[in-house]
């Protein structure tokens, strides 16, 4: 006798039997509402609303952390268990107590339900009035010393009446300033102020416009500048702009040449240029160094003009060494990044003494300041740099002004010491440079420096065409005490059409 041996799933005495799925149970939770509106609010009064948490699975739902994200007007209460079965159901309490007149948030329950996380958004409003000012500061930029106008509005963005009681004018005088000050504004409705500078040949002057108002701050302030936009290019933006070429001739003459079709370059203050092939050189005009105001000076070049500097020379423009171990050849090979001579060379050049820039530069250390980024297209990356041309080690104070509108960020160095001021912020350090080292009469010195980079951001700030931030600066001490100094060139800020 055989024996057949039957494994056919699903079939059992040769019977086929169905297969039956049993479904799992689901965790499942629900709010209701998911959404509470409070609507406007009396200051000082208290609303309150209810949402229910429910579980609607086939499964126990086991509740965890709830959370309240918003102003802190808003408040919670419950009394919810751990675990909701099946049907069960647990309410919630939001309390809105008003501060302002816009005020979202939203409650969020976390849970290990099949969606572990279910919110409900919340709004409230207090009934005030609020003022909203756009922008919230001016600059009025003058060419050529024009008279300049613009306009700044106030808006009654709040839920109540905005009155508007007084406008006083704090600083300098050659401001206008019409407006609808005192003034009623209900919720919506605007009001302009028309502000003029009267330029009278300062680089830039200010005004504080004060409002006092029914508002919870009781009083809104609206700083105004008025700022001379120079009537041409300073050499470190023509420079980094590409508009401006550097070479010495066969002659040992160094020829700075305006290549640009637009604007007049502007050789306001005796400048260091670094070069791996030729002498490093400080050059200028030697009847004088303007300096002061940025870039107004003494020597213009227009589009396609350029300018010879005669080594050593007390008649024309002029330049002098500031590296004794390598000789001058023809070269296009130069760096500039906007330092200004440092004192005392410049002195010296000044006085068409060659022996004493060099005697000074054996026996001290000489620090030259400034950035190897020195035009931000709206904002960005700033390269601070510092160089000892001196022979001897020394340590130098470099300060960094930012002004107020503009956020400094991620130095790669961080400052020795922050100082904050009603204007802005001063960022300094103190770097120990070693000397710098003569390699021989035909190879280029070689110098300690240090750069420190760091993110440069508007920070309410105006976008204007051109914006002149502040000139960084470098102090130290000579072996017998006296203090020295040097400067860069002015941080400028471009904001291009869009």
Same mark, same amino acid.
């Given at each position: 006798?055989?024996?057949?041996?039957?494994?056919? =799933?699903?079939?059992?005495?040769?019977?086929?039997?169905?297969?039956?799925?049993?479904?799992?149970?689901?965790?499942?939770?629900?709010?209701?509402?998911?959404?509470?509106?409070?609507?406007?609010?009396?200051?000082?009064?208290?609303?309150?609303?209810?949402?229910?948490?429910?579980?609607?699975? !086939?499964?126990?739902v086991?509740?965890?952390q709830? *959370?309240l994200?918003?102003?802190?007007?808003?408040?919670?209460?419950?009394?919810?268990?751990?675990?909701?079965?099946?049907?069960?159901?647990?309410?919630?309490?939001v309390?809105?107590?008003?501060?302002?007149?816009?005020?979202?948030?939203?409650?969020?329950?976390?849970?290990?339900?099949?969606?572990? %996380?279910? @919110?409900?958004?919340?709004?409230?409003?207090?009934?005030?009035?609020?003022?909203?000012?756009?922008?919230?500061s001016?600059?009025? $930029?003058?060419?050529?010393?024009?008279?300049?106008t613009?306009?700044?509005?106030?808006?009654?963005?709040?839920?109540?009446?905005? @009155?508007?009681?007084?406008?006083?004018?704090?600083? +300098?005088?050659?401001?206008?300033?019409?407006?609808?000050?005192?003034?009623?504004?209900?919720?919506? @409705?605007?009001?302009?102020?028309?502000?003029?500078?009267?330029?009278?040949?300062?680089?830039?002057?200010?005004? #504080?416009?004060?409002?006092?108002?029914?508002?919870?701050?009781?009083?809104?302030?609206?700083?105004? &500048?008025?700022?001379?936009?120079?009537? =041409?290019?300073?050499?470190?933006?023509?420079?980094?702009? +590409?508009?401006? !070429?550097?070479?010495?001739?066969?002659?040992?003459?160094?020829?700075?040449?305006?290549?640009?079709?637009?604007?007049?370059? =502007?050789?306001?203050?005796?400048?260091?240029?670094?070069?791996?092939e030729?002498?490093?050189?400080?050059?200028?005009?030697?009847?004088?160094?303007?300096? $002061?105001?940025?870039?107004?000076?003494?020597?213009?070049?227009?589009?396609?003009?350029?300018?010879?500097?005669?080594y050593?020379?007390?008649?024309?423009?002029?330049?002098? =060494?500031?590296?004794?171990?390598?000789?001058?050849?023809?070269?296009?090979?130069?760096?500039?990044?906007?330092?200004?001579?440092?004192?005392?060379?410049? /002195?010296?050049?000044?006085?068409?003494?060659?022996?004493?820039?060099?005697?000074?530069?054996?026996?001290?250390?000489?620090?030259?300041?400034?950035?190897?980024?020195?035009?931000?297209?709206?904002?960005?990356?700033? +390269?601070? %740099?510092?160089?000892?041309?001196?022979?001897?080690?020394?340590?130098?104070?470099? !300060?960094?002004?930012?002004?107020?509108?503009?956020?400094?960020?991620?130095?790669?160095?961080?400052?020795?010491?922050? *100082?904050?001021?009603? &204007?802005?912020?001063?960022?300094?350090? #103190?770097?120990?440079?070693?000397?710098?080292?003569? !390699? /021989?009469?035909?190879?280029?010195?070689?110098?300690? $420096?240090?750069?420190?980079?760091?993110?440069?951001?508007?920070?309410?700030?105006?976008?204007? &065409?051109?914006?002149?931030? *502040?000139?960084?600066?470098a102090?130290?001490?000579?072996?017998?005490?006296?203090?020295?100094?040097?400067? /860069?060139?002015?941080?400028?800020?471009?904001c291009?059409?869009e």
């Open positions: 006798m055989s024996w057949i041996l039957l494994t056919a =799933c699903g079939i059992e005495n040769g019977v086929d039997r169905e297969r039956v799925d049993v479904e799992e149970p689901t965790a499942e939770l629900a709010i209701d509402p998911t959404y509470i509106d409070f609507g406007l609010v009396e200051l000082g009064a208290e609303r309150s609303e209810v949402f229910t948490v429910t579980a609607i699975g !086939t499964a126990p086991q509740l965890g709830m *959370e994200h918003g102003p802190e007007s808003f408040d919670l209460s419950w009394d919810l268990p751990n675990e909701l079965q099946p049907g069960e159901s647990a309410d919630v309490v309390t809105y107590v008003p501060h302002g007149p816009d005020e979202p948030g939203y409650v969020a329950l976390n849970s290990d339900a099949v969606i572990p %996380r279910i @919110e409900v958004e919340v709004w409230g409003g207090a009934i005030v009035p609020q003022l909203t000012i756009d922008p919230t001016l600059l009025l $930029q003058s060419l050529d010393g024009e008279d300049v613009d306009t700044v509005t106030l808006a009654s963005t709040g839920t109540a009446t905005l @009155e508007l009681y007084e406008m006083l004018l704090l600083g +300098d005088e050659n401001f206008e300033v019409v407006g609808e000050v005192p003034a009623t504004l209900e919720p919506g @409705e605007t009001a302009e102020l028309e502000i003029t500078w009267f330029p009278d040949g300062d680089e830039s002057d200010t005004i #504080d416009i004060w409002l006092t108002d029914n508002t919870l701050l009781g009083s809104a302030l609206i700083p105004v &500048e008025g700022q001379l936009v120079p009537p =041409c290019l300073g050499l470190a933006e023509a420079w980094e702009t +590409d508009v401006l !070429t550097a070479r010495t001739s066969t002659f040992g003459n160094m020829v700075l040449t305006n290549v640009g079709s637009d604007d007049d370059i =502007c050789i306001d203050r005796w400048t260091v240029w670094l070069s791996e030729t002498q490093d050189m400080g050059l200028g005009d030697p009847f004088g160094d303007a300096g $002061q105001v940025y870039p107004e000076g003494s020597l213009t070049m227009a589009p396609g003009e350029s300018k010879s500097f005669t050593g020379s007390t008649q024309n423009n002029a330049w002098y =060494c500031v590296e004794q171990t390598q000789t001058t050849i023809a070269s296009s090979n130069w760096d500039f990044f906007g330092a200004r001579m440092p004192q005392p060379l410049m /002195g010296y050049a000044l006085a068409g003494d060659q022996e004493a820039i060099w005697n000074h530069m054996l026996a001290e250390p000489v620090f030259m300041v400034g950035r190897d980024i020195n035009v931000v297209d709206r904002e960005g990356p700033v +390269d601070l %740099r510092l160089v000892n041309m001196g022979r001897e080690d020394g340590v130098a104070r470099m !300060t960094e002004f930012v002004p107020d509108g503009f956020e400094a960020t991620d130095f790669t160095i961080d400052p020795d010491d922050v *100082e904050y001021t009603t &204007e802005g912020v001063a960022y300094s350090w #103190d770097l120990l440079l070693i000397g710098a080292v003569d !390699t /021989g009469t035909t190879e280029h010195t070689i110098y300690d $420096q240090r750069v420190i980079t760091y993110t440069l951001e508007r920070h309410g700030a105006e976008c204007v &065409e051109r914006s002149y931030l *502040e000139e960084v600066t102090t130290w001490q000579d072996s017998d005490g006296t203090e020295r100094s040097s400067m /860069g060139s002015p941080l400028l800020v471009i291009p059409d």
